[in-house]
């Protein structure tokens, strides 16, 4: 019984299992709660460690920590979904960045826009079927000098023309692995 | 005498300063003197005099805000200092600046301003995606705990000051003190009712200090160099210098440091280059998507908080967004209004169902669905979620675009509406 999530719970009512954290999560979790004085402070610090080494935060991850740091799975779930970059669902391999915020937007961020979608075949919200990117639009990326803008994972990208979009894709086509 | 303290150290090609190397630059000299016995009571009193005011965006004086903090023996030991690095303002790029550039300067401003209030755990609330800052400010944050200067008992002072750097995952609203508040002890972050404020009951309850990147970046200089340098940088009315920024299509978009008081038309014509070939400057946000539309009528205006004040906008963070006369004002401000719908908290409905409605009218005007009482609803909002109406800035914050650009580009609107379709698109 103690696996079965509570019926006023938001997680999906099939999912039933916490997986286990790795040791690896457990030990970045922990360094975090030397930081703060409770645990529930710690709940979006490890929704970024999960994320970051599990690529998102399945049911399965968010039911772990909720477990783990003692905090109700709606809590969780509340902050999980309030945050623009705690991933709910699967991600590419790469998550595209895309700055739409006004300075961009000035300066032609839309037809990168067409110019993405036209290349990797994806649009806001989308993966590729390659599993390679996710194309997310993020408010302002706070490089407004140098719009339109965009991150590829941690990189960040300037001045963005629509040949610049394919040698960006080219460049991490070479790299391989994220 | 140093004339940009807030930038002198920053040369992005050759990577911000080690620790060695920034304090020959006159750095760290806030520490020394609290070392050297300094007391809180006079280093905020020096801080009220310096006349310097909050660089976040609402420009309240720091000394004042610091003071509402309870002290003396009878007053909470546990007290914070919070950092709001957490900038999505659109439009702004300046707190990147500073921490990418000079992260040493973050860390002696906050050593000074935890001093003051009697913080011994300061928080850097940082955007998730300032990847580069992060790194610089851990690193510097290693520098300084190598050295000594932060830690347990420092220098033999007494003081502790552990500085926590905190990343968060994009939400505009964080920048609301309270809500920022809020998502550092790991909630969602809905703003909290005022009262009480932070000063006195903020994070975990204990009184805190929620200062900008930029004010924080202020303390050093103000304590290196005194008072009275400070009160002879400005050009105006506000004292010392502020980072500010232009873009949009002008020839040299970028971010540089200026005396308060600096006419516009300096910032834009010389700094930025003016306008790019073929384009008419039409207008500006003066601080960021949410302040009110300026015109060009007003450029030879001077870069002050009251000045700004007195047609109706504000100087907010000082990082000007310029619209030419080849780009549409109404999808410019249509953009702010789907940032602001999306970046809603949801807690109040005037927000939560206003900004949504009023992001649908424009999707409509840009795509020649727009109705004559369009127009009407429109304005009716920027009474519906007018400040003192909703339960925090981020609506009468947009409403700033909104008002303005209703009342400036009305003919522009009225167009979309008689021709069915953007007459800027071809």
Same mark, same amino acid.
């Given at each position: 019984m103690s696996e079965v999530v509570s019926s006023n719970n938001v997680i999906a009512s099939n999912v039933t299992r916490a997986r286990k954290l790795t040791d690896a999560e457990i030990a970045e979790i922990e360094h975090e709660m030397t930081l703060y004085p409770d645990k529930q402070a710690v709940g979006l610090e490890a929704l970024k460690i999960v994320q970051k080494h599990q690529g998102w935060v399945s049911d399965e991850s968010l039911l772990a920590i909720s477990r783990y740091l003692d905090i109700p799975a709606a809590d969780l779930e509340g902050v999980a979904t309030f945050f623009n970059l705690v991933y709910r669902q699967p991600v590419g391999k790469r998550v595209i960045l895309f700055c739409r915020s006004v300075s961009c937007w000035i300066t032609g961020c839309e037809e990168i826009r067409s110019k993405i979608k036209q290349s990797l075949g994806i649009d806001y919200g989308e993966t590729t079927a390659d599993n390679e990117y996710t194309f997310i639009p993020v408010p302002c990326l706070g490089d407004c000098d140098n719009g339109p803008v965009m991150m590829v994972g941690d990189d960040l990208h300037r001045r963005l023309t629509p040949q610049k979009i394919d040698e960006i894709i080219a460049e991490y086509k070479d790299k391989g692995e994220a | 005498m140093v004339s940009n303290p807030l930038t002198k150290n920053i040369d992005m090609a050759r990577g911000p300063l080690d620790i060695k190397a920034y304090e020959a630059a006159d750095g760290y000299q806030g520490l020394r003197k609290i070392v050297a016995g300094l007391s809180p009571d006079d280093l905020m009193q020096q801080v009220k005099d310096s006349g310097l005011k909050g660089r976040g965006g609402a420009g309240f004086p720091t000394g004042l805000k610091w003071s509402f903090v309870p002290s003396g023996?009878?007053?909470?030991r546990q007290k914070y200092l919070v950092v709001n690095a957490d900038e999505m303002e659109p439009g702004t790029f300046k707190d990147r600046l500073l921490m990418e550039g000079d992260p040493h300067l973050l860390l002696d401003g906050m050593i000074i301003a935890a001093w003051a209030i009697g913080a011994s755990v300061a928080y850097i609330f940082l955007r998730g995606e300032y990847v580069v800052a992060e790194k610089a400010l851990r690193k510097a944050i290693a520098e300084a705990k190598e050295q000594g200067?932060?830690?347990?008992?420092i220098q033999g002072s007494g003081f502790d000051l552990d500085i926590i750097v905190h990343t968060s995952a994009g939400r505009y609203i964080c920048g609301e003190e309270t809500a920022l508040l809020n998502a550092l002890e790991g909630k969602r972050a809905n703003p909290r009712a005022k009262p009480p404020f932070p000063q006195v009951?903020?994070?975990?309850?204990k009184p805190t200090i929620v200062n900008n990147v930029e004010t924080i970046c202020n303390l050093p200089g103000i304590l290196a160099y005194g008072v009275d340098w400070y009160h002879s940088l400005?050009? &105006?009315?506000?004292h010392g210098t502020k980072l500010f920024g232009v873009s949009g299509r002008v020839k040299n978009p970028g971010c540089w440091e200026l005396p308060l008081g600096t006419p516009i038309r300096e910032l834009l014509e010389e700094k930025a280059g003016g306008m790019q070939d073929g384009l008419n400057l039409r207008g500006f946000l003066p601080g960021g998507g949410s302040t009110d539309f300026m015109l060009p009528k007003h450029l030879d205006l001077n870069l002050d908080y009251e000045e700004i004040g007195k047609v109706g906008s504000r100087l907010a963070t000082g990082t000007m967004i310029v619209l030419d006369d080849k780009t549409c004002p109404v999808g410019m401000i249509g953009n702010l209004m789907t940032f602001f719908a999306h970046e809603s908290c949801g807690f109040c409905t005037p927000c939560r169902d206003g900004l949504p409605w009023v992001d649908a009218i424009f999707r409509d005007l840009e795509e020649g669905? &727009?109705?004559?009482k369009d127009l009407q609803v429109l304005l009716d909002h920027v009474d519906y979620m007018g400040p003192g109406k909703t339960f925090c800035a981020l609506a009468p914050g947009a409403t700033a675009p909104l008002g303005s650009g209703l009342k400036y580009f009305e003919d522009d609107f009225k167009r979309h509406i008689a021709e069915g379709k953007c007459p800027y698109k071809h």
């Open positions: - | 023996e009878d007053a909470p200067y932060l830690g347990k008992n009951s903020g994070l975990w309850g400005t050009k &105006g009315i506000d669905r &727009g109705k004559e």
